[in-house]
């Protein structure tokens, strides 16, 4: 029998009794599809095997069976979204892969307002005329950063590519050797640079750039200085590096722009602090024209790139033709705008996750691990102990920051640690948390409160 006798035709296994009652349930598209695609698995599976033993006459039945015994199995696979909401045990505030800054409520409530209705995105109501879309989140970025104006990416890569291109593209940027960074997902500052047209120029070395190794190569060529802002490493030992402030006078006296790329977007004045982090207001106080940061960084709000500023390097920016192609949607603007109002009312240390993390004392942290050590305790094969620990900033911002923490380590006779894991990982919703020393390590600074019960439900139902 050939192969094209042995697989039925997919309308004949359509009208299978499991199949039928599978598209009165998600229609006749999802299922054809479920089964074209068992049907191309039964073809290669037979051509990786062989064709075996001569074919009979039921083989062609026994094939329809299988394909329909996996056909619910397939649909499952076809419907189940990949993006799902996860418990994040790790300890690590902004995990890239984990979606950086959980959102606050009232941005939540933001987006579900503006992105289930019309809005005024681009509608001057008042002159009943289009409008900008960037006065949505230019007055709050002003009042708290102090700079004349404010514009909006889809992330700061985008943010930092637009500032390149509408202030130096064809001309020089002088980039100190030690700033020539690659941060996560292969961003590369002289990769960028040259997308943008602008044309590189390093200064100084690796480990030392003085103020005399910018002022030396600037020429009629230079169109600006940029400084960018070591994210996610630090260079120890013997090192030098002009102050902002000195980098800024230097520039004013050559006649030109002094750029800064502060990537995290940390904003003070709610009584945390993190080591040296730049903070966005003291570059703009320090006099750099234009500064670029993250939405979802340290600002704990959505994936953008925002561009703070004078008037007029900003002006321009914003009509650059690749404004419209990197520009932030809707949904962007109105999360942004909803963050940035819990900094001008004081309550982003409360109401801001990626802020209230960062404020957690280790004894807040020890107080509900001892509660959730607790609550798994009826696991009889599994062995619980609170130690203490560090928690990471994450998302390539304030390296070198460490903040204490208390975690919860897991660990069993007759499983391994990475078997623990990998069980945590297969619950619903999934858990996810780091390895160390054959233990499981759960740490609560990235757990919403609210997520406690459920995870301690998760771990004591392990088997």
């Known amino acids: ?3 094209r006798r042995l697989i039925p035709s997919i309308e004949s296994l359509r009208q299978r009794p499991i199949a039928r009652a599978l598209e009165m349930r998600f229609g006749r598209r999802l299922v054809v599809d479920a089964l074209r695609r068992e049907a191309d698995a039964v073809r290669l599976r037979r051509r990786t095997v062989g064709p075996g033993t001569a074919l009979t006459a039921t083989d062609s039945e026994r094939v329809a069976a299988e394909i329909e015994s996996r056909l619910e199995e397939r649909i499952a696979s076809l419907t189940t979204a990949s993006l799902r909401p996860v418990i994040n045990a790790t300890g690590v505030i902004l995990h890239t892969n984990l979606g950086r800054a959980p959102l606050a409520p009232a941005a939540l409530s933001a987006i579900a307002e503006i992105g289930g209705r019309y809005s005024t995105l ?3 109501l008042a002159a009943a005329q289009r409008g900008s879309r960037h006065v949505h989140t230019e007055n709050l970025l002003t009042m708290l950063t102090g700079a004349e104006t404010a514009a ?9 590519l637009l500032v390149l291109a509408a ?6 940027v002088l980039v100190s050797r030690g700033e020539l960074v690659e941060i996560g997902g292969a961003f590369r500052v002289p990769d960028v640079l040259a997308e943008s047209g ?3 120029r390093e200064v100084g070395t690796t480990n030392r750039t003085r103020i005399e190794d910018y002022a030396s190569a600037t020429t009629e060529k230079t169109a600006l200085i940029l400084r960018v802002h070591q994210s996610n490493f630090r260079v120890v030992g013997f090192t030098e590096r002009p102050a902002l402030g000195a980098l800024v006078s230097l520039a004013h006296e050559r006649g030109l722009p002094l750029v800064e790329d502060q990537g995290s977007g940390w904003i003070t004045g709610d009584g945390v602090t993190l080591g040296d982090e730049p903070d966005v207001v003291s570059s703009v106080s320090a006099g750099a024209d234009v500064v670029t940061f993250s939405g979802d960084k340290l600002l704990g709000g959505p994936q953008a790139g925002i561009i703070v500023g004078r008037q007029a390097l900003v002006g321009p920016i914003t009509r650059h033709p690749l404004m419209r192609a990197l520009r932030a949607d809707k949904l962007a603007y109105a999360a942004l705008g909803a963050t940035l109002l819990e900094y001008a009312a004081g309550r982003a240390r409360e109401t801001v996750p990626v802020r209230r993390m960062l404020a957690l004392t280790r004894d807040a942290i020890e107080a509900r691990a001892v509660a959730l050590s607790g609550s798994i305790g009826r696991n009889l094969w599994l062995t619980t102990e609170i130690i203490a620990g560090v928690s990471a900033i994450g998302g390539g911002s304030a390296p070198g920051v460490e903040l204490p923490t208390a975690l919860v380590t897991l660990s069993a006779a007759d499983l391994s640690a990475s078997e623990i894991e990998r069980r945590l990982r297969g619950g619903d919703p999934p ?4 390895i160390a020393d054959e233990r ?8 919403d409160p609210a997520e406690d019960a459920a995870l301690a439900a998760l771990v004591d139902a392990l088997v």
């Open 440 to 447: 499981v390590l759960l740490d609560l600074r990235t757990v």
């Open 122 to 124: 681009e509608l001057d």
């Open 431 to 434: 858990v996810l948390a780091r």
């Open 167 to 172: 202030l130096a593209s064809g001309r020089d």
């Open 198 to 200: 602008a044309l590189l």
């Open 1 to 3: 029998m050939q192969e």
């Open 152 to 160: 909006v990416t889809n992330n700061n890569a985008a943010a930092v």
